[in-house]
């Protein structure tokens, strides 16, 4: 996945770089294509991770349930 996301934050510094040096936005189809390829990145991650499965470290020990809680929350995996 490293040479992946290498990739996409090349893509989106590209597309950046040229939305701020003309001012016009001209990659669309490419843009689309990017973020598609971002979204499934992120969908492979989130199932090879786990994280929206139940942690069963969170489960039995309390202190480190805030922490699931939390990451669940801040990632909008109940929303996904």
């Given at each position: 996945?490293?040479?992946?996301?290498?990739?996409?934050?090349?893509?989106?510094?590209k597309?950046?770089?040229?939305?701020?040096r003309?001012?016009?936005?001209?990659q669309?189809?490419?843009?689309?294509?990017?973020?598609?390829r971002n979204?499934?990145?992120?969908?492979?991650?989130?199932?090879?991770?786990?994280?929206?499965?139940?942690?069963?470290t969170?489960?039995?020990?309390?202190?480190?349930?805030?922490?699931?809680?939390?990451?669940?929350?801040?990632?909008?995996?109940?929303?996904?």
């Amino acid at each position: 996945h490293n040479d992946t996301v290498d990739e996409l934050l090349a893509n989106f510094s590209k597309i950046n770089s040229s939305v701020e040096r003309t001012g016009d936005f001209t990659q669309k189809e490419n843009l689309f294509q990017v973020v598609a390829r971002n979204n499934t990145l992120f969908i492979d991650m989130v199932g090879k991770l786990g994280i929206k499965d139940r942690s069963d470290t969170a489960w039995h020990l309390s202190q480190y349930e805030s922490l699931h809680e939390g990451m669940r929350k801040e990632f909008d995996l109940d929303e996904r």
